[in-house]
């Protein structure tokens, strides 16, 4: 079985999408599943867009046949994505000057790469429930 690796920038940031992760990440433990939660290895004081490409590269790099990406970040080599933020380009429509701010730039093209990986008829893909999934829903 792979191994499930949890992508954050800073998983020890305190908000809900760290609470979840370290939720789930329990949950998948006790289950008997090896994870990793794989963060931001580079200096933190760069500018957030910069933070975003390196963080997606690293990421990129150190991936490994037998891993599993769960991604709380936009990053272009996700298996699963939680968009818990939202997509960005929505977001920049409510903003009058978000092209003043790189990231902004940014957020959209990992987006629209991590999208892209996805199987052209992955609206077909259909999520067979286990009883060992319905015990993880009700753990997290």
């Known amino acids: ?3 499930i690796v949890f ?6 940031a305190v908000g ?8 789930l990440v329990k949950a998948i ?19 957030s867009w910069k933070k975003a490409l390196n963080f997606n590269r690293q ?9 599993f990406y769960f991604s709380l970040e936009r990053v ?4 699963i994505y ?3 933020d939202g997509v960005h380009k929505v977001y920049r429509a409510t903003k009058s000057f978000w092209w003043l701010n790189p990231l902004n730039f940014v957020y959209p093209y990992l987006e ?11 609206h077909k893909l259909k999520f067979h429930q286990r009883a060992d999934h319905r015990d993880l829903r009700h753990r997290v």
């Open 59 to 67: 990421v990129k790099r150190q991936k490994k046949e037998d891993e």
């Open 29 to 47: 433990n006790e289950l008997g599943i090896q994870t990793e939660i794989r963060s931001y290895l580079g200096d933190a004081g760069i500018s």
């Open 16 to 23: 809900g999408a760290e609470r979840y992760l370290r939720r």
């Open 82 to 84: 939680r968009a818990g």
């Open 76 to 79: 272009s080599c996700a298996d």
């Open 1 to 3: 079985m792979k191994k």
């Open 7 to 12: 992508l954050r920038t800073n998983p020890n």
């Open 112 to 122: 629209k790469k991590c999208f892209k990986k996805l199987p052209k008829d992955h």
